[in-house]
């Protein structure tokens, strides 16, 4: 039986940035699971990119961000 997917709505500081969006978890699967074996890079749709005093800066359907560069992720 394949797995099943569930969006699941974050926040995620990165540097400068605070970014929403949406990432894909395998359902039943906690985001601290999805972080540990994420590669390079998370995945995020439907996001949002603000600054740091609350300006939105850029929406993007699907937006790569660096690993490198995560500070912070929760679920929203």
């Known amino acids: 039986m394949a797995d099943i997917e569930s969006r699941t709505r974050v926040v995620i500081l990165a540097g400068p940035y605070r970014i929403k969006g949406e990432i894909s978890l395998v ?14 890079f998370i995945a995020v749709t439907q996001a949002e990119v603000w600054d740091l005093e ?14 490198a560069h995560v500070v912070v992720v929760v679920p929203e």
């Open 27 to 40: 359902a039943g699967a906690r985001l601290t699971d999805y972080m540990v074996e994420s590669k390079g």
């Open 54 to 67: 609350g300006r939105r800066i850029l929406t993007a359907s699907f937006l790569d961000v660096s690993r």
